[in-house]
């Protein structure tokens, strides 16, 4: 699948795997003020680029937010996201529009 850059899935996990990861390596450890840390593993991006590619999800940050979900235990992601919506479940997760 092409990208709105013109690139499609393999040169994109390239450039998440050569690139991207090793810039977050850089400064791993990502800090909200008003929560708790939080550790970003890179294994988060490619696994999101995987679900990215095997399910047809159109936003590949939505991909990055149900990986966190799901590695935080979630078994519902609650959105209005159309494209996840149409998904409604990734490993072993339901996704569900709270406001239907």
Partial sequence: MKTKLGTDDRDAKTALIEVLI?????????QNQQTEQVFMDSQIYVRALDIFTSHGVRNYY???????????GC??????????????????????????
Wanted: aromatic share 6%.
């Fill in 22 to 30: 090793p810039l977050w390596r850089i400064n791993p450890v990502m």
């Fill in 62 to 72: 939505d991909c990055v937010v149900a990986v966190n979900a799901m590695d935080a």
């Fill in 75 to 100: 078994a519902t992601l609650y959105t209005e996201d159309r494209h996840l919506l149409r998904v409604q479940r990734i490993e072993d997760m339901d996704i569900v529009n709270p406001f239907t």
